[in-house]
């Protein structure tokens, strides 16, 4: 198999992922996180950075290899990458019960720091607390996958919370107002919802910014901690 370059991959901090086919296995040893990463999106780690050994084996604890014409015959290559790629769609990773408890509470923190910055309460129009989020997927029993993207999960979560809290997903437009001498801290920090914008004649700036409702206040602190004197108030 063609060498993919050096790895980086700590044998120490490897795990085994499996693919089973026609009674035969075929393992890699990979890093966990990495390959976290990589479900997430393909194109953020190239794949022979997720392997500790370029090699496909049997039974890598052994040290045994399934012969080349076994390969060729499951994922059409010796190909290391083609291998690793299908054993990775298609396998299962062997976390221990340590790293699978870690990266199920990383990927759950993820799932409710989004719903938490993107819905709010239909009622009182403002942000879940998170821990009340937590909670009520505590409550359900959300089964929390900690290779699947994190946006499908949270779309997943959204769908089974309904009946237990209300969520809302709205948009919200806030206008500011800040004082000349805050304009480009503020004006970085808000760039990439800024709507339009504005100059004045006493010399302070003011913009209209679009972002989700949950992350209203968030948004408003923000900017309040750059520029104490701001004026803020929220457009229909």
Known sequence: MPPLGLNVVSL??????????????????VDPYLVERWKEDKESVPIGDLLAIEEVWSDARAAERPSSDAIENVFGTNEIAVCATKILLEG???LTTAQRKKMVEDKKLQIVNEIASTATDPK???PHPRTRIENALDEIRFSVDPFKSTESQVEQAVKELRPVIPLQFITVRLAFKVQGKDFGSISQMLRDSIQKEEWLSDGSWVCVVSAPGGMKNDLIGK?????PDVEVRELD
């Not at 120490?12 to 040893?29: C, M, Q, T």
């Open 12 to 29: 120490d901090d490897a795990v085994l992922a499996r693919l089973e086919k026609g009674g035969n296995r075929y393992e890699i040893l």
């Open 92 to 94: 299962s990773i062997q």
């Open 124 to 126: 009182t129009k403002l």
């Open 223 to 227: 900017v309040a901690s750059r520029s």
